[in-house]
């Protein structure tokens, strides 16, 4: 009896998910329409750029209430790149590679902040 609730509640899960990813990729298909059909005086030339920032600008209305806060976080992480942030991460971080900083430091930061945080979901 208790397999068959799990296989339901992920079954949910699962379609929940299945929905909001259909969602979000018409709401970057409409933007890229958009794009593309405007005059070049566009703010935002990158669809996925802005897709990206709508996003994060509506991250814990997405996730808070369905996936929890911890779940939450760790998706704002990923999402901008600011992989320390002990909150919601909110501004996006421009990507560059430092040759002076070793790849050990963003490896212990992905394991300490997405992974083990990612843990803490299940428990």
């Not at 799990?6 to 970057?28: H, S, T, Y």
């Not at 911890?70 to 790149?81: E, S």
């Not at 992974?115 to 979901?121: A, N, R, S």
């Amino acid at each position: 009896m208790g397999a068959t609730l799990e296989a339901a509640v992920r079954g949910e899960q699962e379609e929940w998910l299945r929905g909001k990813l259909a969602e979000w990729q018409n709401e970057l298909a409409t933007r890229q329409h958009a794009v593309s059909q405007s005059d070049g005086l566009a703010a935002e030339k990158d669809p996925r750029r802005s897709f990206q920032k709508s996003l994060v600008e509506n991250v814990e209305g997405l996730l808070l209430g369905e996936a929890g806060e911890t779940y939450t976080r760790v998706v704002a992480r990923c999402l901008t790149g600011d992989i320390d942030n002990t909150g919601i991460a909110r501004a996006i971080v421009e990507t560059t590679e430092d040759e002076n900083e070793p790849e050990y430091i963003l490896q212990d930061g992905i394991v300490r902040n997405i992974v083990e945080e990612l843990g803490k979901c299940n428990v």
